[in-house]
T-cell receptor, first 114, second 110 residues
Framework: GAGVSQSPRYKVTKRGQDVALRCDPI?????LYWYRQALGQGPEFLTY????????KSGLPNDRFSAERPEGSISTLTIQRTEQRDSAMYRC????????????FGPGTRLLVL | GQNIDQPTEMTATEGAIVQINCTYQ??????LFWYQQHAGEAPTFLSY????GLEEKGRFSSFLSRSKGYSYLLLKELQMKDSASYLC???????????FGKGTRLSVIA
């Protein structure tokens, strides 16, 4: 596609529910990154993939968070048993190849846990 | 550890020049990036430096000193539309994720 897309754009859920956030990177981009951004802060790294392989998940806050990219394209970030502190903007970015400098960000999913 | 420092807020006048500073401490180094982020929007790429010196791109320039762990973003001929947050980010090595600072919120006033 023309740019990185994410869905849903907004998600309101009740505490304890599971949510799945989707990222569709720019076509042909090898690397895909997940970040979380609090209001007034810079993006904070969560995890990233090269093709379908998860390279680093050290930024995931705890084991309720997981991500996959089974076919090396679309990725899903799943948060189980959501808590209010999970409320944030979740951003996805992709880059053309490993080590390629420019990451292109998607519009983000605003998650609100009530 | 990794640390990126940049001022929280800056104000400048339309038509003027503003310099946004960034200092970084990372375990390795493979690039310093600047992104612009308007309120409610995604960050957009502005510039990338991996060697010392100045990179110029239109009204925007970015400078890097690796020995000092220091970079700045220079915006010339400021326009109202330049009001945004400017994010400094560093990368440790080849294909690792970016470490972002908290961003500098720039307000351009008439």
């Amino acid at each position: 596609g023309a740019g990185v897309s994410q869905s849903p754009r907004y998600k309101v859920t009740k505490r304890g529910q599971d949510v799945a956030l989707r990222c569709d990177p720019i076509s042909g981009h090898v690397s895909l990154y997940w970040y979380r951004q609090a209001l007034g802060q810079g993006p904070e790294f969560l995890t990233y993939f090269n093709y379908e392989a998860q390279q680093d998940k050290s930024g995931l806050p705890n084991d309720r968070f997981s991500a996959e990219r089974p076919e090396g394209s679309i990725s899903t970030l799943t948060i189980q048993r959501t808590e209010q502190r999970d409320s944030a903007m979740y951003r996805c970015a992709s880059s053309l190849q490993r080590g390629q400098e420019t990451q292109y960000f998607g519009p983000g999913t605003r998650l609100l846990v009530l | 550890g990794q640390n990126i420092d940049q001022p929280t807020e800056m104000t400048a006048t339309e038509g003027a020049i503003v310099q946004i500073n960034c200092t970084y401490q990372t375990s390795g180094f493979n690039g310093l990036f600047w992104y612009q982020q308007h309120a409610g929007e995604a960050p957009t790429f502005l510039s990338y430096n991996v060697l010392d010196g100045l990179e110029e791109k239109g009204r925007f320039s970015s400078f890097l000193s690796r020995s000092k762990g220091y970079s700045y973003l220079l915006l010339k001929e400021l326009q109202m539309k330049d009001s945004a947050s400017y994010l400094c980010a560093a990368r440790n090595s080849g294909n690792t994720p970016l470490v972002f600072g908290k961003g500098t919120r720039l307000s351009v006033i008439a």
